[in-house]
């Protein structure tokens, strides 16, 4: 089976992506580890683990206007030395301002390159939307693996060296990475689209005008609020159940199997059913785990519940990057990607809290039945979305 120039390019960047992912999905256990152990800290051991999405909550909509100004390759080589320069401080220097200096240079690195491969994807010429959806969901499974694989990778240098060494390794992974991106045909270029110029109206007053595009930012923020209770609050619940960090790690990873597998998937799933139905049957599943994860007394069930929110959760991302792109103007596409990742980088920085709080004055079964009724209700509005384009479809033939 021959593959296209866009399939080689998504999965050269998909190798490249992989190495870069390292710096989130290990840097952050890594700096959590090093506050608990050399502080003794559970608070700084968050606020490290929080730093990784400081700047993102704060400066996505300015990266995105940066990838539109100068272009996506350039964006994700520059975010690799970005990357590279934390890491090596952190190695070279283990120490706990700089591990926090590390976290919050890192995540802003991550974050760039994300966003401008996300952006390079959906520029990319295709025959029909579903292959874009199709390639995004591809794109996405590299972070399903990394976030698998980088963790056990730092917990296993740190259990036979040190930091300065599991630091150091997770540098080597993205200079790899930055040598892989010179010899490999990554999409995107050095310059924005020519074919439109940016109009003087912002993507932030673009959005609150329009109901339908305000729909798609809201449904966003309701996938970074179900993924972060998720991850925040399984081991929350797994405590209260008595289930042992084994069975909590094996939950956790049945969710990332969930996502990796809908992923591979997801460009035969696009051929099938558009953004809206995905993202409409998506909510559906998770607003029904989310109300059974409080009855889940086994572990084993859990961790089946685990897997399909994988499924449910996975689909999330590449739906709502493509219906990004389809409502913007390609001169505007890194700055409606960024705002759609500033508000999920700011749902990522307060959620956890208000669920910590709940949790401590109720216990961890409300936080599920509260997010489970609010992804009945995106169901529900991702429904009216896809009814929305139906009818707009209908009057335009």
């Not at 790899?176 to 912002?202: D, H, I, T, W, Y």
């Not at 956890?352 to 599920?368: C, Q």
């Amino acid at each position: 089976m021959s593959l296209s120039r866009n399939q080689i390019q998504v999965i050269a960047l998909i190798a490249v992506s992989i190495l870069a992912n390292v710096t989130m999905g290990g840097g952050r256990v890594t700096a959590s580890l090093f506050m608990l152990e050399h502080t003794g800290s559970k608070a700084m051991a968050g606020i490290a683990y929080s730093g990784y999405s400081l700047l993102p909550a704060l400066l996505s909509l300015l990266m995105g206007r940066w990838i539109d100004r100068v272009g996506t390759r350039r964006v994700m080589h520059t975010a690799q030395l970005i990357m590279l320069g934390g890491l090596v401080l952190a190695a070279a220097l283990p120490w706990a301002p700089t591990v926090l200096m590390s976290a919050v240079v890192c995540g802003f690195g991550f974050a760039s390159f994300m966003l401008a491969a996300n952006v390079a994807v959906s520029l990319m010429p295709v025959k029909h939307e579903g292959e874009r959806v199709g390639m995004l969901g591809w794109l996405a499974m590299g972070g399903s693996v990394s976030s698998v694989s980088a963790p056990a990778m730092s917990g296993f240098v740190l259990d036979h060296w040190d930091f300065s060494a599991a630091y150091g390794v997770l540098a080597v992974c993205v200079l790899a990475s930055l040598v892989l991106a010179r010899f490999v045909p990554l999409p995107g270029g050095n310059r924005p689209p020519r074919e439109e110029k940016a109009k003087g109206e912002s993507v932030v007053r673009m959005v609150f005008s329009d109901p339908g595009l305000l729909r798609i930012y809201l449904l966003a923020m309701v996938v970074s609020m179900a993924y972060d209770g998720f991850a925040f609050m399984t081991p929350v619940l797994g405590h209260e159940r008595g289930f042992s960090a084994t069975t909590i790690g094996m939950i956790l990873s049945a969710f990332a199997m969930g996502t990796f597998a809908v992923r591979a998937l997801m460009p035969w799933l696009s051929r099938r059913f558009n953004e809206w139905r995905m993202m409409t049957m998506a909510f559906g599943l998770t607003a029904t785990v989310f109300l059974l994860l409080p009855f889940a007394s086994h572990g084993a069930i859990h961790a089946v519940l685990g897997f399909c929110f994988g499924l449910a959760g996975g689909v999330g991302q590449p739906n709502i990057l493509s219906l990004v792109y389809r409502a913007m103007p390609p001169s505007k596409a890194g700055e409606g990607e960024g705002l759609r990742s500033m508000m999920g980088n700011a749902i990522g920085l307060t959620a956890p809290s208000a669920y910590g709080a709940i949790a401590a004055l109720f216990g961890a079964v409300p936080v599920f039945v509260i997010i489970g009724s609010v992804a009945g209700i995106a169901s529900w509005q991702a429904d009216r979305g896809f009814r929305r384009d139906a009818a707009l479809r209908q009057r335009s033939e």
